[in-house]
Structures are given as C-alpha cells and as structure tokens.
C-alpha cells in the first residue's frame, strides 16, 4: 500500500501545539482519524481495495463440502471451444488442458515456468507440491497441441509463470487463483454447463479416465502426486461410482418359482 506523505498545518493552541490536521500531497485538508486515501493519479482509493479489509469476515463458501461431481468430456470440450481466439484465450485453453489432463492443482498449475515444461519428453516438471513433494507428470500429445500455441504467445511477456497476468504493469507476474476459477466458470456458463466448475473438478476426470484405462493404482498415485497410496483408493472410490452403478443395473429381473406361481394361481381361482 502507498504511503501517503502528510504535513501538519494549523494554527498553534494556547498550549503551544499545532492542531492535529493534515493535508495530503494532493490538498485535500482532513483530520487524523478521518485521512482520505488517494491513488497516484489523485482519486480516492476504496477501502476495500486495502490490505486486511475483510481479515474478520468470513467467507460466504465457508465450511462447505462440495461432492465429487466430474464434468463430462464433452463438457469439459465445450468449455475449452467457449475460450475464443486471443492471448487471453490461450492461456486459460492451456491451464484448462494441464489441469485436465496432467491432473495436476490448481497452485501447481500456476507455478509453473516455461522452463518446467519438456515437450521433447512430454513431461512437465512440478517443484513444489502439495506438501513440499517434488514430482514429474506426464502428458499426451493433445495437451501440447494446446499448450504450445500458448507458450509460443508468452514469449513476448517478461520472465516469470508460465500462466502470467497479461496486461498492466505487473504482466509477466503469477496469475492469481480466484481470476482463474472466476474464468473458468464464466466460461461453463456461457457453454451452458449446469454444474460447478472447478479447477479440482478437471482434477477428478483425470484420474478416472486413467483408472478406466487400466492404468495401475500405484502410477495414478504418483501422476496425482498423493503422498500415500490409501489415498488414491479412497479417492477413486469416491468420484468413479461407474462400477456400482454397472453391477446394480444388471441385476436380474425378480422371479418366483414356477411351483409358486401354480400354487397362487389355484388359490385365487378357488375363491368365490
């Protein structure tokens, strides 16, 4: 935050003390208690807009559990043709394809710097995790496809996250979390996706896409970088619900013995 230069002014009182006013480098006169914010161009700042305005307020979404709820692939392909052409496109078209198909989070995905990225192996290299965990992750051809025409446009931005802030003076800089989940789910609206659309819910299809292809339990743990393999089970059984849903559909019809079926039959022509 600015600091903002004042003098004192004002007439001395009888005790031989000047008069607790001030008068910012701009004119504006105003007491001690009541000082008015300015900007560097002269308007009056918000006080929203400094630091520690809302550190007692709570968040709204506080406390809340969202469920596993995984968007389909045409969903998530929808949102992805919703982002346009452009710079700005290209960049949350390439953080969706890393979250989506590297499984990665949403912190991870941000810190990311052009020199964590391999494409001749098609790997990209995350350096802190969660937890301080370092680990490699792997990607198929159709993320670079995606995400080559977005490294080749940050070029020309200073150094810095591989998805940066574009414009302003602090272009080159980290991409904040809450524009990207802000973007993101203006997007699925505008393709019309009636569900919540997170960053960690690209995160929950990775995994069961890997897990219907057959991919071992072990290397899932280490693409989703989960410190234990117990956690990987409870994950999995907690977004891919295809299997009960496959096995309570295929159950049998009822049926009764056909000795049964006679018996009611002569019971029910026997009553008058």
């Not at 161009?41 to 807009?49: D, E, F, I, N, V």
């Not at 890393?98 to 995905?109: D, F, K, M, T």
């Not at 350096?127 to 995606?146: A, E, I, L, Q, T």
Request: proline share 7%; glycine share 10%.
């Amino acid at each position: 935050m600015r600091r903002e230069r004042t003098k004192i002014c004002g007439p001395v009182n009888a005790r031989g003390t000047s008069r607790r006013r001030s008068r910012s480098v701009f004119g504006e006169e105003t007491s001690m208690s009541e000082r008015i914010l300015l900007d560097k161009t002269g308007r009056r700042r918000s006080p929203a807009a400094t630091p520690g305005y809302r550190a007692a307020c709570a968040p709204a979404n506080k406390g809340m559990r969202y469920p596993p709820d995984p968007p389909r692939v045409e969903e998530t392909i929808a949102v992805v043709r919703q982002a346009g052409e452009g710079r700005h496109a290209m960049r949350i078209r390439g953080l969706m394809v890393v979250l989506w198909r590297a499984g990665l989070r949403i912190s991870e995905a941000l810190m990311l710097t052009e020199t964590d990225l391999d494409s001749a192996a098609g790997s990209l290299l995350v350096r802190r995790g969660k937890g301080g965990r370092r680990r490699v992750v792997r990607m198929d051809d159709w993320v670079w496809g995606h995400l080559d025409a977005w490294v080749n446009a940050r070029v020309t931005l200073p150094v810095g996250a591989l998805f940066c802030i574009l414009d302003g003076p602090t272009k080159g800089r980290v991409w904040s979390t809450s524009q990207a989940r802000g973007e993101l789910a203006h997007l699925a609206a505008k393709a019309g996706v009636r569900r919540r659309f997170a960053p960690h819910q690209l995160r929950h299809p990775h995994a069961v896409e890997l897990a219907r292809e057959g991919i071992p339990l072990p290397v899932i743990q280490l693409q989703l970088g989960h410190a234990h393999l117990g956690v990987t089970s409870v994950y999995m059984r907690g977004i891919d619900t295809s299997e009960i849903i496959d096995t309570v559909h295929a159950r049998r019809p009822p049926v009764i013995p056909a000795s049964a079926g006679l018996t009611i039959n002569s019971c029910s022509q026997s009553v008058p």
